[in-house]
């Protein structure tokens, strides 16, 4: 066994550990069809480019108008 140091090895020994479950049936990931999720909206490319140049004609019109 390698040397340790002690004060190393008696904080490794105090370490709180992570705590496992054996049965996870209700957690939340384990009933999809349970859960209230909201469905996102896809986009394609092309939609995202038009999205982007609306935004962006939009706010040329509010700085020209100010």
Known sequence: ???V???IDEKYME???FDTVGDHNDH???KP???N???VKKF???DALLLAKEIHL???DNIGST
């Open 44 to 46: 394609r490319v092309n």
């Open 1 to 3: 066994m390698k040397n």
């Open 28 to 30: 939340f990931y384990s």
């Open 37 to 39: 999720v909201q469905e």
């Open 15 to 17: 370490y709180k550990q």
């Open 5 to 7: 140091n002690p004060k």
């Open 58 to 60: 939009e706010n040329v």
């Open 33 to 35: 069809g349970e859960r």
